[in-house]
Every structure is written in structure tokens, then in C-alpha cells.
T-cell receptor, first 115, second 111 residues
Framework: DADVTQTPRNRITKTGKRIMLECSQT?????MYWYRQDPGLGLRLIYY???????NKGEISDGYSVSRQAQAKFSLSLESAIPNQTALYFC??????????????FGDGTRLSIL | SQKIEQNSEALNIQEGKTATLTCNYT??????LQWYRQDPGRGPVFLLL?????KEKRKERLKVTFDTTLKQSLFHITASQPADSATYLC??????????FGSGTRLSIRP
């Protein structure tokens, strides 16, 4: 079984719809992250959480919200989807790090298309 | 702001040759650099981490260097194989305990 599981793997929806992407992990890590990946732009951080009671905005949080339901679960919501949110979304986890000394462990992504 | 750059052009090389990918960083001196591999339709997979006081790190056919003077890391794959074809991402630690990723370089190894 995968250590970091994202659902759904693919989603097509319409502008204005509310969408939730889910992530669960069996790594036992406290830290969880949501990224989006667009061609030529690389991975950009949307939100991150260092423990269940901690939620932080990343560089592109506008239009998104998150919920950390448990240590193992971190969900990303698009309250009212718009076409420029069409992208590949990744969830990741890591152990506590100091300046990047811990690797991140990624799920296989959700391909989201908004028409 | 912190920035990390990789050559966005694809790199195509002959099987058996050494592939060399470049990662440059600006506006921040990271203590660590990380390299990941990403296959189509999959999430990035961690390969190697190098610390600023390490000039070179090796793992099987992979070698990473970290030049703090040039603000650059090089990623080498020796005796390359078609199975090494993928996109390779460089990442740096930031001052806020986050990782900043480059946009990746696509590597193609032709038989």
C-alpha cells in the first residue's frame, strides 16, 4: 500500500463547484503539505501543516482552504472552482526538519480539470 | 525572494553516457539541497540530499555536488540507461522550514 494516498486521482468538474481533495498517510509524519504543479512552474506550495492544530498559508493559498482532520489526514478544498485552478495537485509529508534536511514523501497526485 | 532554477530545456543523451543536470539558487544560501525524480503521472520521489559542508554525495550511479561559491548543484547519472528517463527536480530548504522546488529538467536517454 502507498504511504501517501490521494483521492480522487482524476476529477473533472465545472466552474463554481466546490471540490475536496483528500490525502491520507501511514508514514506517521506530523508535517503535511499541499502543492500544485503546472507545466514550467514547478511545484508551488498552497498550504502546510506542522501538526494537527497548525495550519499555514503557502505562496498561492488564495481560492483554497484546508482541514487537518487528524495526524494522518489533510484535505484541500476549492470553495468555488475556476478554470485557472486546473492543475496537478500533490500532497506530501515529512518528518520535522531544519532548513530542508528531511525529504518529502509525495502521493501520486490528483489531476484536476475545471471546465 | 528565494529562487531556485533548473534548465527548463529537455536533456537528451545517448545510453551509457553521463547525464549532468544543473540547479542554481539565488537570494538565499540553503544549508541543504535535495534532488527528486518524477515519472509521468507520479509524484516526485526523493533521491539524494547534500549538506552545504559536503562537496559531493554519491548513491550507486548518482552523484550530486554542492558548490556554495557558484551557488550551484550538479546532478550526475553515470552509465545512463533508458530507465533513467524522467524529470529531475532540485529543491532547497528555506528559512521558514519549507522546501522550495525548481521546475525540473526532463531527461531522455536514447538506446
Amino acid at each position: 500500500d502507498a504511504d501517501v494516498t490521494q483521492t480522487p486521482r482524476n476529477r473533472i468538474t465545472k466552474t463554481g463547484k466546490r471540490i475536496m481533495l483528500e490525502c491520507s498517510q501511514t508514514k506517521g509524519h506530523d508535517r503535511m503539505y499541499w502543492y500544485r504543479q503546472d507545466p514550467g512552474l514547478g511545484l508551488r506550495l498552497i498550504y502546510y501543516s506542522f501538526d494537527v492544530k497548525d495550519i499555514n498559508k503557502g505562496e498561492i493559498s488564495d481560492g483554497y482552504s484546508v482541514s487537518r482532520q487528524a495526524q494522518a489526514k489533510f484535505s484541500l478544498s476549492l470553495e468555488s472552482a475556476i478554470p485557472n485552478q486546473t492543475a496537478l495537485y500533490f500532497c506530501a509529508t515529512s518528518a520535522p526538519d531544519t532548513g530542508g534536511d528531511q525529504p518529502q514523501h509525495f502521493g501520486d497526485g490528483t489531476r484536476l480539470s475545471i471546465l | 525572494s528565494q529562487k531556485i532554477e533548473q534548465n527548463s530545456e529537455a536533456l537528451n543523451i545517448q545510453e551509457g553516457k553521463t547525464a549532468t543536470l544543473t540547479c542554481n539558487y539565488t537570494n538565499y544560501s540553503p544549508a541543504y539541497l535535495q534532488w527528486y525524480r518524477q515519472d509521468p503521472g507520479r509524484g516526485p520521489v526523493f533521491l539524494l540530499l547534500i549538506r552545504e559542508n559536503e562537496k559531493e554525495k554519491r548513491k550507486e550511479r548518482l552523484k550530486v555536488t554542492f558548490d556554495t561559491t557558484l551557488k550551484q548543484s550538479l546532478f550526475h547519472i553515470t552509465a545512463s540507461q533508458p530507465a533513467d528517463s524522467a524529470t529531475y527536480l532540485c529543491a532547497q530548504g528555506s528559512s521558514a522550514s519549507k522546501i522550495i522546488f525548481g521546475s525540473g529538467t526532463r531527461l531522455s536517454i536514447r538506446p
